[in-house]
């Protein structure tokens, strides 16, 4: 098939798995990866009509999005649409999208947060802008909310960009990769939803040290690199 799928990683959300499942095949196909939930959230997401891959054991979010990837490319998608299965990404913005795509079709689409942030937690924001200072200066990309998870992919970028980063981590590592290789990104307003007391898989302190310190391993390289280079041209004058 020549069109979109819907990845959702989850891990134990059952109260909210089947609504986001029902909404977002109002506009695709979806494949749910249970990570190992055992409250029953890949039950629910089958019953709402989701195609459902299960781990045998908890592997963290980069790898059920591995799976998820391998799965639809498997079935032909000519591009991928992810979201969170927590309730915190309105399917309704898929169309958003994918009509995004549609004008760049070879762009990596980022769905960003932070025009409507209000309801946001402090913490987050700081961890997003953080992170994402890094990101746009290593990858020479202007993105805002780099740590969106309602994304669309162009399914080439997933065939020649392998990333094997674990956790929340891997949407860091596959961004950053592939503004440096020459994708472009565009990133489009979408609606924040943060329900009061919904609490998120995301934890700003612990989640945020794997990704700084991949970016800080990143940023060293790339001035050792400069450092070399300049070597180099200062011995042969």
């Not at 959300?13 to 939930?37: F, K």
């Not at 080439?156 to 472009?184: C, D, M, N, Y």
Request: charged share 20%; aromatic share 8%; hydrophobic share 45%.
């Amino acid at each position: 098939m020549d069109q979109s799928v819907v990845v959702i990683p989850v891990h134990n959300e059952a109260s909210t798995i089947a609504s986001v499942v029902g909404a977002a095949r109002a506009y695709l196909p979806v494949i749910v990866v249970d990570d190992a939930s055992d409250d029953g959230s890949g039950a629910l997401a089958a019953a709402a009509g989701a195609t459902v891959l299960t781990l045998s054991r908890q592997r963290g979010k980069g790898a059920a999005l591995r799976h998820g990837f391998a799965e639809a490319l498997r079935q032909g998608a000519a591009t991928v649409v992810t979201l969170d299965g927590d309730g915190q990404h309105d399917p309704h913005d898929i169309p958003r999208l994918l009509a995004a795509s549609q004008r760049y079709p070879e762009s990596l689409i980022i769905g960003g947060r932070l025009d409507n942030a209000e309801t946001m937690p402090r913490a987050r924001l700081y961890a997003i802008a953080a992170v994402s200072r890094w990101i746009n200066w290593l990858g020479q990309c202007a993105v805002r909310d780099t740590q969106s998870g309602l994304r669309l992919y162009p399914a080439a970028v997933l065939r020649t960009l392998p990333v094997r980063h674990r956790g929340f981590l891997f949407e860091s590592a596959l961004l950053l990769k592939a503004s440096q290789t020459g994708w472009p990104v565009c990133e489009i307003p979408i609606r924040a939803v943060y329900p009061p007391g919904r609490a998120s898989q995301y934890r700003p302190l612990r989640d945020s040290i794997p990704i700084i310190a991949y970016l800080l391993y990143q940023g060293l390289r790339f001035w050792l690199t400069q450092l070399r280079l300049a070597c180099r041209t200062w011995l042969a004058q």
